[in-house]
Structures are given as structure tokens and as C-alpha cells.
């Protein structure tokens, strides 16, 4: 499978617990976007790397949020002390620098805070 | 700042007929893409249709297709002989190109229901 890959693809946690989602992008591809996803809604961006470099952060992305992408090739994002509000879908996108080149998307990481 | 109104919630369309999803856009960029993406209840975001601002033609890749009309700000999308398979929330999306970061911003999503 040559696609984007996102573990776990399900997490339920408890208030205040820490998480973490990995991503791994399609190999030649660059850069790396994380999106936030609530229910009915569409994706919204939090933030994203061009190789190891994170280059722009949503005011989405509080303190609580923390990405890495230490090597250029997979990134993980970690939530503190998780809250209620966080539950969502985190989805991980890939793509080539360019104009107009296409971002590929992973299965997302659907994460429920109890 | 970029805004993508999709002002469908849900549709219905009848299985071997066309649909028409609408979308509009505000952006102050002069140079900017326009995506739409399925998302089917597994959850991954599935690439359809891409539009330049400065194409000249109206994009196509295979049953879809994308009706632009820049001065009216729209990219609607246009699904001819509907399968039962292409029920799924569709997303209408945007980014400027001359924004070093390329990331999307989306609409808030149709979603559509194909019937036998």
C-alpha cells in the first residue's frame, strides 16, 4: 500500500490522558499537513511540515498540540490532557511542492475523549 | 482570507441520472485552485477534480466534471450517470497558489444519497 497511512485509525481516551497519532506519508512526498475534522464538518487545517520544517500552525492548534516530523518522513501529533472538545477526526495529508499538486489524504484517526 | 460555502446539506439523486453539487468561494488571491474530495463513511478523503483560477477550460475526469464560472465565484460539480457507490459526503475545497503553505480550506460538505 503506497497510500497515506494513519495508526490507530480509532482512540478512546480518558479526560486529561495524553495521545498520540502517527502519520506516514507517501514516500516522495515533501510535505505533510495535519486537519482536524468535528462531526458534519469539514476538515479544518492545524498545521504543516515541508520536510522536517513546520512551517505554519493554525490558531486551532493550542498548546495542548505538539507535531513532529523529525526525519522529513512520518510526523506524529500529540494532544495534552485531552479535553472533550478535542474529540474528532485528525486526518493526515501528503503531497508534492507545486502548484496545483493534489494532497493525498490517510483513513484518519478517529479519537473519542470520554 | 478564503471561505468555501456549500449551501446543500444533503441531496438525493435517483441512481443513472446526473447530479449537480453547488459550491462558491471568496478569496482575495488573484491565482488559486479549487479541489472537491469524496469522503465515503470509511473516512478517508478521496481526491475527484482539480481547477486552476487561470484554466480556461472546464476540468473533467471521467463522470465528473467541474462547472466553473469565476466571476460568479462558483466550482460546482457535476456527477453524470450516478452509481449506488458514489453516496458520500462531498467536499468543495480551495487554496491559494501563491500561498507558500498550499493548505485547503473546505466546505462544510453535501452529503449525497444515491437511490436504486
Known amino acids: 500500500d503506497t497510500g497515506v497511512s494513519q495508526n490507530p485509525r480509532h482512540k478512546i481516551t480518558k479526560r486529561g490522558q495524553n495521545v498520540t497519532f502517527r502519520c506516514d506519508p507517501i514516500s516522495e512526498h515533501n510535505r505533510l499537513y495535519w486537519y482536524r475534522q468535528t462531526l458534519g464538518q469539514g476538515p479544518e487545517f492545524l498545521t504543516y511540515?515541508?520536510?522536517?520544517?513546520?512551517?505554519?500552525k493554525s490558531r486551532l492548534l493550542s498548546d495542548r498540540f505538539s507535531a513532529e516530523r523529525p526525519k522529513g518522513s512520518f510526523s506524529t501529533l500529540e494532544i495534552q490532557r485531552t479535553e472533550q472538545g478535542d474529540s474528532a477526526m485528525y486526518l493526515c495529508?501528503?503531497?508534492?511542492?507545486?502548484?496545483?499538486?493534489?494532497?493525498?489524504f490517510g483513513q484518519g484517526t478517529r479519537l473519542t475523549v470520554v | 482570507a478564503q471561505k468555501i460555502t456549500q449551501t446543500q446539506p444533503g441531496m438525493f439523486v435517483q441512481e443513472k441520472e446526473a447530479v449537480t453539487l453547488d459550491c462558491t468561494y471568496d478569496?482575495?488571491?488573484?491565482?488559486?485552485?479549487l479541489f472537491w474530495y469524496k469522503q465515503p463513511s470509511s473516512g478517508e478523503m478521496i481526491f475527484l477534480i482539480y481547477q486552476g483560477s487561470y484554466d480556461e477550460q472546464n476540468a473533467t475526469e471521467g463522470r465528473y466534471s467541474l462547472n466553473f464560472q469565476k466571476a460568479r465565484k462558483s466550482a460546482n460539480l457535476v456527477i453524470s450517470a450516478s452509481q449506488l457507490g458514489d453516496s458520500a459526503m462531498y467536499f468543495c475545497a480551495m487554496r491559494g497558489l501563491n500561498n507558500a503553505g498550499n493548505m485547503l480550506t473546505f466546505g462544510g460538505g453535501t452529503r449525497l444519497m444515491v437511490k436504486p
Open positions: 478569496t482575495s488571491d488573484q491565482s488559486y485552485g
Open positions: 495529508a501528503s503531497s508534492l511542492n507545486g502548484r496545483g499538486a493534489e494532497a493525498f
Open positions: 511540515f515541508q520536510n522536517e520544517a513546520q512551517l505554519e
